[in-house]
């Protein structure tokens, strides 16, 4: 393997954007969709480990990761053999069609972390997270013959229809796209920061289950619900962990009335949070197992492919009956078992441990910690939560109402110090670096947000 950048700091030779990034950005609004956000003024030419550097030769420290997509930074020697080697041998035989042997190795090693003695589960791959929420929904309903999906406000699961449906997280996605899929019912997520139903933090999950009671008995018959899907820790929603507890018995209340339960791990799985699945860190806690997984944007450090996982006892459609052109594109999959054996420690990245999953744990939870420090000292930090490097900053006024203008400024003052960093929810800054960030690269992001904090006072 070729060595890596040394520890380093951002390096910013113009102010942003620069000349060159300027120009691309112009051509850019020009002529691509006008639904893009375009929040941050970079134009990223090349990337290295955590860092990436710019058209105009500015290198910022990466605190977002593409939507927490690049596990392995960017260019890791490991992620790029695979590729070439498997470009160089066939880049696409459909799979609906043809079995081929990366896919067939993704789907043993994924399952190998979900599935328990005597229950086998099984794969299905597509392009993106939607993909695989589409399919989980549709397996859902072929599966149970049912109908209704209950979802949670603050969910993102996607933008084509069943996915968007699903959705709760803000009306923009959905205004002027209606008739949405029918049959669909949101319920709070468990926020222990905002509790639903004037509930406590603890009994948040109870509040939600309560309800979800009442609507079985007065407006959804449960046994016309297919399934409940639920993003065991929220990503968009704003990087919120529920009380410990809740999914036990979500599933449950599932069980006791024949209703399939997706989780939702495109945002929190692929070791993001110190586990293969974030469902996992409830482990302790009895543990649960749900009958579909969705998964994605971590699974190939950049390169597109989602995998639906599902009981076999559960993943009753016949042939034919789903399937994709592109899905478990072989260059994706060989993407994936590469950043798998970083994930598992198969294969070892230097400075971060036995595992990528590993290091997520360890410095996710040094990086928790600082900033759970950092709010004694800074009041507009009205909570930090998360696992592993799965954390949210969730920015208060001084009634601790959600201030999302607060948020949007240090954002972006963040990002002019040379940090990329992403908001979500309605006034969190989420902290999702790639898994390889190091302590010594943590410290250096940690010490601009603290700057940018200080300047606040
Ligand atoms: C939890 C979750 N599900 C599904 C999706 C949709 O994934 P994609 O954008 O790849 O379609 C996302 C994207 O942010 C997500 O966070």
């Not at 020697?77 to 609906?96: R, W």
């Not at 081929?100 to 328990?116: G, N």
């Not at 930090?384 to 949007?408: C, H, N, T, Y």
């Not at 006034?427 to 898994?435: D, F, G």
Request: proline share 7%; net charge neutral; with cysteine.
């Amino acid at each position: 393997m070729t060595t890596l950048p040394q520890t380093r700091r951002p390096d910013l030779k113009t102010s942003l954007p620069g000349p060159r990034s300027q120009e691309i950005m112009a051509r850019d609004a020009a002529r691509l969709s006008t639904s893009y956000v375009r929040p941050y003024a970079f134009v990223p030419d090349f990337g290295n480990g955590v860092w990436l550097t710019d058209v105009d030769g500015n290198t910022m420290l990466d605190f977002f990761a593409g939507i927490a997509v690049s596990t392995a930074g960017y260019n890791h020697p490991h992620i790029v053999k695979a590729i070439t080697e498997q470009a160089g041998k066939f880049m696409h035989v459909c799979l609906s069609d043809y079995p081929q042997e990366p896919t067939t190795l993704l789907a043993e090693r994924l399952l190998k972390h979900v599935e328990k003695p005597g229950e086998p589960w099984r794969a299905f791959f597509g392009n993106s997270g939607a993909e695989a929420v589409e399919a989980a929904v549709k397996l859902a309903r072929h599966h149970t013959g049912r109908s209704h999906i209950i979802s949670t406000l603050g969910s993102f699961h996607g933008r084509t229809y069943g996915a968007l449906t699903l959705t709760g997280s803000k009306t923009k996605y959905k205004r002027g796209f209606g008739p949405m899929l029918p049959a669909v019912t949101h319920v709070p997520y468990p926020n222990p920061f905002r509790p639903p139903f004037n509930s406590t933090p603890e009994h948040c999950g109870d509040a939600v289950l309560d309800h979800l009671r009442t609507l079985f008995q007065t407006v959804i018959p449960a046994d016309e619900v297919a399934a409940f899907i639920i993003e065991p820790m929220q990503g968009e929603g704003g990087y919120i962990v529920p009380p410990m507890g809740f999914l036990k018995k979500l599933r449950h209340l599932c069980d006791q009335n024949g209703i399939l339960l997706i989780f939702d791990e495109v945002q929190s799985g692929m070791g993001r949070t110190g586990k293969m699945f974030s469902f996992q860190q409830f482990e302790e806690y009895g543990g649960v197992q749900p009958d579909i997984i969705t998964l994605a944007k971590g699974m190939a450090s950049g390169m597109p492919i989602s995998a639906m996982l599902a009981k076999e006892s559960v993943m009753t459609w016949p042939k034919g009956s789903h399937g994709s052109t592109f899905g478990g594109n072989p260059v994706s999959a060989a993407a994936a078992l590469a950043t798998l054996d970083l994930l598992e420690g198969v294969v070892k990245h230097p400075g971060c441990g036995d595992s990528l999953m590993d290091n997520a744990a360890q410095v996710g939870a040094f990086m928790l910690a600082e900033l759970k420090a950092m709010q004694g000292r800074y009041s507009f930090l009205g909570d930090v939560r998360g696992k592993g490097m799965f954390i949210g900053l969730e920015f208060v006024d001084a009634q601790g109402q959600p201030d999302g203008k607060l948020r949007d400024r240090l954002s972006q003052e963040m990002f002019n110090a040379g940090l990329l960093n992403l908001d979500c929810g309605e006034s969190v800054i989420r902290v999702s670096p790639p898994l390889i960030l190091t302590l010594e690269e943590a410290k250096t992001g940690l010490e601009i947000m603290r700057r940018v904090f200080e300047r606040q006072l």
